[in-house]
């Protein structure tokens, strides 16, 4: 396998794969923490540890699920703030 | 059925109204995309208190054209086989509220709607952005919960029906109030500074006590008008 380029991300509810998107995970964090009214100035930072810690874990693999990032990043979140990483978790688990 | 025991009972189909989720799920998917956006604690109340409006709105016509129907076509008094088939509606409308309200070892609070439509409803609202928006958003989750909420709403205009028209529009009025008692709760709730995720995790944990619940209460409710209105009846030789 090639680690330098970036893995694959497998959607099972359109059968399609993109390819992982460090922006888009930033996004989808800041987001989570703002949901929950954490506080601006540490959102950055928590992002980026979040967002780096995933990418370290996605290092080790070719081709992961969209609900594997989704549970990965909610666990590593969780760790910073239990609600955001609670929010992210059950984002598309509400209705 | 006196006064008293009518509100009783109109008390109790506007709690089991209250108890079903698509509104609350909506409201919440709406509050959380707005605080995702970052968008401003005004705005966001804003369109919580227009979509809030609109689920009040449309319980509230619903209720007013079931019992305007009913009081159409039964003149004088409803039949007791009428009865008779709105207490089989409730306790089929509660068994289906134990069965699959919820779906089954599902996480989050994920409800009984086909996915597409879920999907269709959760993307609607995220792009809600405007109140008057907010406000037909809401009109919709009532409409979209019929299957369930028809039960209470049912039982609600016959029970209008049989009083007078001052206490017609108290009645109206007393279960609307209940009914969107939950959304006017999660409104004030997030307005104070709660977070979304407390009140999210508590749906959660709860959510089986909920369903337990809305579902008892249509059967005993069910139960209780066969009691009064088709077998006592029955026995003082009224059709």
């Not at chain 2, 054209?65 to 159409?72: E, G, P, W, Y």
Request: proline share 3%; aromatic share 8%; with cysteine.
């Amino acid at each position: 396998m090639n680690t330098s380029e970036p893995p694959l991300v497998y959607d099972p509810a359109t059968g399609r794969s993109d390819v992982f998107s460090g922006e888009r995970l930033y996004a989808t964090v800041t987001s989570a923490c703002h949901v929950i009214g954490m506080a601006d100035g540490i959102i950055p930072e928590t992002a980026a540890r979040v967002c780096r810690a995933i990418e370290t874990w996605l290092g080790e693999r070719a081709e992961v699920t969209r609900s594997d990032i989704r549970r990965r990043t909610s666990e590593q979140l969780a760790i910073m703030s239990a609600e955001a990483g609670y929010m992210l978790d059950n984002k598309n688990a509400i209705m | 059925m006196t006064t008293h025991e009518s509100f009783a009972l109109l008390v109790l189909a506007a709690a089991i109204h209250a108890s079903f989720q698509l509104s609350v799920s909506m409201l919440t998917i709406l509050s959380g995309h707005a605080l995702s956006a970052k968008t401003a604690n005004t705005r966001l109340l804003g369109l919580s208190i227009s979509f809030a409006s609109g689920v009040a709105s449309m319980i509230a016509l619903s209720l007013a054209l079931i019992s305007l129907l009913l009081a159409n076509i039964f003149y004088s008094s409803v039949p007791r086989i009428v009865w008779a088939a709105v207490c089989g509606l409730m306790v089929g409308v509660g068994v289906a509220i134990w069965t699959y309200y919820y779906r089954h070892q599902s996480r989050g609070t994920i409800l009984w709607l086909p996915r597409g439509f879920a999907r269709y409803l959760s993307e609607r609202t995220k792009k809600t952005s405007t109140r008057q928006e907010s406000f037909g958003l809401g009109l919709v989750s009532v409409i979209a919960e019929y299957l369930f909420c028809l039960a209470p709403l049912i039982v609600g205009g016959l029970i209008l029906q049989n009083l007078t028209p001052p206490l017609q529009i108290l009645g109206l009025t007393l279960y609307v109030a209940i009914a969107v008692l939950p959304l006017v709760v999660i409104i004030m709730l997030l307005g104070s500074g709660h977070s979304l995720a407390v009140i999210q995790k508590w749906r959660e944990t709860n959510k089986r006590f909920l369903q337990f619940a809305a579902g008892s209460a249509l059967v005993i409710l069910g139960g209780y008008i066969y009691v009064s209105m088709v077998i006592a009846a029955g026995s003082q030789g009224n059709l």
